[in-house]
């Protein structure tokens, strides 16, 4: 079965460096979203992205947070400065056009340590 | 603002028990209601989506009911297995008319099913 699939698995950095989390969407797939989770805190949204722009972005979303499609298969999330507070996993989630009726297809996770 | 809660937080139960996991939202006018597993360190599979014109959907040993009016539904695991410990997200996007981007996540019931 076909897989959003995230790299790396771990990154670690230090506070103030520009940090890029990857990932590969489902092939056939449309519209693509970040969420992110703090350890032992809820998932929460943090962009969504549609024909090439952002549809949605949370208030965590701030100036620091970039995402773009650079090719057709790869989808990234830029922190510019990392923040101690932005050590959270990180989750890439797509989904087709079946309409708002289909089911997010998470990866497994970018798990950011700031040191 | 969309709120969802999940009641138990933490449940365990010996194997074969049948088990209802539970979770509320508090606006009732949701497009669609989606429950997901999370394995330690994992991403978030998707294991039901219930279209607010339904009742219930069915997967296996899984049934998710959806009572819009009261803003709750219940996830229900039938003869319970070990390989079904994990936690169990439920998520809602935030009303009607913004179904195609963020989900509101509850904080998840952590389920440990023991041999």
């Known amino acids: 079965e076909p897989e959003v699939t995230q790299t790396p698995s771990h990154q670690v950095t230090q506070m103030g460096q520009e940090v890029i989390l990857r990932c590969v969407p489902i092939?056939?797939?449309?519209?693509f979203y970040w969420y992110r989770q703090i350890l032992g805190q809820k998932v929460e949204f943090l962009v969504s992205?549609?024909?090439?722009?952002?549809?949605?972005k949370s208030e965590i979303f701030d100036d620091q947070f970039s995402v773009e499609r650079p090719d057709g298969s790869n989808f990234t999330l830029k922190i510019r400065s990392t923040k101690l507070e932005d050590s959270a996993m990180y989750f890439c989630?797509?989904?087709?056009?079946?309409?708002?009726?289909?089911?997010?297809?998470f990866g497994n996770g970018t798990r950011l340590t700031v040191t | 603002k969309q709120e969802v809660t999940q009641i138990p937080a933490a449940l365990s139960v010996p194997e074969g028990e049948n088990l209802v996991l539970n979770c509320s939202f508090t606006?009732?006018?949701?497009?669609?209601l989606q429950w997901f597993r999370q394995d330690p360190g994992k991403g978030l599979t998707s294991l039901l989506l219930?279209?607010?014109?339904?009742r219930e959907q069915t997967s296996g040993r899984l049934n998710a009911s959806l009572d819009k009016s009261s803003g709750r539904s219940t996830l229900y695991i039938a003869a319970s297995q070990p390989g079904d410990s994990a936690t169990y997200l439920c998520?809602?996007?935030?009303?009607?008319?913004?179904?195609?981007?963020?989900?509101?996540f509850g904080g998840g019931t952590r389920l440990m099913v023991k041999p």
């Open positions: 989630a797509s989904r087709d056009t079946g309409g708002y009726n289909s089911p997010l297809h």
């Open positions: 092939s056939n797939h449309l519209y």
């Open positions: 992205f549609y024909n090439n722009e952002i549809s949605e």
């Open positions: 606006d009732s006018a949701i497009y669609n």
């Open positions: 219930i279209q607010s014109s339904q």
């Open positions: 998520a809602v996007p935030p009303d009607y008319n913004n179904a195609g981007n963020m989900l509101t």
